[in-house]
C-alpha cells in the first residue's frame, strides 16, 4: 500500500511538529514547512526518519502569497525526488503567530500581520496546492477557541479564526465533488511557546485556564497532534466541514 504524505506549514516547532510527530507515528510520511527555523525543521525531519518514515522540509513564509507558485513547483519537484509521487494526501494548514493586543489599540499593520498569515495565505496557498493534492484527500485548518468564547486583547486574531471557520465549510462544499474533506480545528489554551509562552510559563495564567477547563488542566501539545492525526484517519471519511474544538471543555 503506498505510503499517505502530509504537508504541514509551520512543522519547526509547536503544534505542527507535534502533529508531524503523531502522523508519522501512524505511519504517514511528511513533507513540512518552516518561515526562518531551519536547523530546528532538519532536526525533526531526521527524527522522524530515525524512526522509519520519511520526511522533507522546505523554507515558506506564508505571509507573502507572490511565493507560492515558486513553492509549488519546489514541492512538487520534492515529491517526485524524495518520495516517487506526483500528489500528496493531506494539507495542515498550522503556520501562525499569535497576538494579544486590545481592540482599541489594535494598529493597521499588526491587523494586515495578522491578515496575511492567519487568513490570505492559508486561503491561497491551499489554492495553488489544489492540483498536487490528490483526489480523496483532505485539508485540516487550524482556528481557536477564542471564536466561540471571547478574552480581551484577542478580536483581529480571532476573526481571522473566525473568517477561517467560515472559510472551511465553502471548501468543504466546494471541493467535495473531488472526495476532499476539509475541516477545522480549534485547539483550546496550549502549553506551548506559541504568543511567547504564555500559558507555558505564567503560572497565573495557566492556573487561571486549568480552573476554567472542565479536565482541570491546560492543553499539551499531544492533545492537538493527536486530534489531528484522528481527523486524517481513513475512518472518519464522513466527517466534512465541521469545527472541532479540542480545548478539555473550556469555559463550558
Same mark, same amino acid.
Request: aromatic share 8%; glycine share 12%.
Given at each position: 500500500?503506498?505510503?499517505?504524505?502530509?504537508?504541514?506549514?509551520?512543522?519547526?516547532?509547536?503544534?505542527?511538529?507535534?502533529?508531524?510527530?503523531?502522523?508519522?507515528?501512524?505511519?504517514?510520511?511528511?513533507?513540512?514547512?518552516?518561515?526562518?527555523?531551519?536547523?530546528?525543521?532538519?532536526?525533526?525531519?531526521?527524527?522522524?526518519?530515525?524512526?522509519?518514515?520519511?520526511?522533507?522540509?522546505?523554507?515558506?513564509?506564508?505571509?507573502?502569497?507572490?511565493?507560492?507558485?515558486?513553492?509549488?513547483?519546489?514541492?512538487?519537484?520534492?515529491?517526485?525526488?524524495?518520495?516517487?509521487?506526483?500528489?500528496?494526501?493531506?494539507?495542515?494548514?498550522?503556520?501562525?503567530?499569535?497576538?494579544?493586543?486590545?481592540?482599541?489599540?489594535?494598529?493597521?499593520?499588526?491587523?494586515?500581520?495578522?491578515?496575511?498569515?492567519?487568513?490570505?495565505?492559508?486561503?491561497? @496557498? =491551499?489554492?495553488?496546492?489544489?492540483?498536487? *493534492?490528490?483526489?480523496? &484527500?483532505?485539508? +485540516? $485548518? %487550524?482556528?481557536?477557541?477564542?471564536?466561540?468564547?471571547?478574552?480581551?486583547?484577542?478580536?483581529?486574531?480571532?476573526?481571522?479564526?473566525?473568517?477561517?471557520?467560515? @472559510? =472551511?465549510?465553502?471548501?468543504?462544499?466546494? *471541493?467535495?465533488?473531488? &472526495?476532499?474533506? +476539509? $475541516? %477545522?480545528?480549534?485547539?483550546?489554551?496550549?502549553?506551548?511557546?506559541?504568543?511567547?509562552?504564555?500559558?507555558?510559563?505564567?503560572?497565573?495564567?495557566?492556573?487561571?485556564?486549568?480552573?476554567?477547563?472542565?479536565?482541570?488542566?491546560?492543553?499539551?501539545?499531544?492533545?492537538?497532534?493527536?486530534?489531528?492525526?484522528?481527523?486524517?484517519?481513513?475512518?472518519?471519511?464522513?466527517?466534512?466541514?465541521?469545527?472541532?474544538?479540542?480545548?478539555?471543555?473550556?469555559?463550558?
Amino acid at each position: 500500500m503506498t505510503r499517505k504524505i502530509a504537508l504541514i506549514t509551520g512543522a519547526s516547532r509547536g503544534l505542527g511538529k507535534n502533529t508531524a510527530q503523531h502522523l508519522a507515528a501512524r505511519g504517514i510520511d511528511v513533507i513540512g514547512t518552516y518561515h526562518s527555523k531551519a536547523d530546528q525543521a532538519q532536526a525533526l525531519a531526521e527524527q522522524l526518519q530515525q524512526a522509519g518514515g520519511r520526511a522533507a522540509m522546505l523554507q515558506l513564509d506564508v505571509a507573502d502569497s507572490s511565493s507560492f507558485a515558486g513553492f509549488a513547483a519546489r514541492l512538487s519537484e520534492t515529491l517526485e525526488q524524495h518520495f516517487g509521487r506526483r500528489q500528496f494526501d493531506y494539507l495542515v494548514n498550522n503556520a501562525g503567530i499569535g497576538l494579544n493586543v486590545p481592540f482599541s489599540e489594535t494598529s493597521e499593520a499588526q491587523f494586515d500581520q495578522l491578515l496575511n498569515i492567519q487568513l490570505k495565505g492559508p486561503f491561497f @496557498l =491551499t489554492q495553488q496546492m489544489l492540483p498536487l *493534492l490528490a483526489d480523496g &484527500g483532505r485539508i +485540516v $485548518n %487550524i482556528s481557536t477557541g477564542l471564536t466561540r468564547f471571547a478574552l480581551p486583547g484577542y478580536a483581529a486574531y480571532a476573526a481571522m479564526k473566525g473568517a477561517m471557520e467560515v @472559510l =472551511t465549510r465553502y471548501q468543504a462544499k466546494e *471541493l467535495g465533488a473531488r &472526495g476532499i474533506r +476539509v $475541516n %477545522i480545528l480549534a485547539p483550546g489554551a496550549i502549553e506551548t511557546d506559541f504568543g511567547g509562552g504564555v500559558v507555558r510559563d505564567n503560572a497565573q495564567v495557566n492556573d487561571f485556564i486549568a480552573g476554567n477547563t472542565a479536565l482541570g488542566r491546560v492543553g499539551l501539545p499531544d492533545d492537538i497532534g493527536a486530534a489531528v492525526a484522528l481527523l486524517l484517519e481513513q475512518g472518519n471519511g464522513w466527517i466534512t466541514g465541521q469545527r472541532l474544538e479540542v480545548s478539555g471543555g473550556m469555559f463550558l
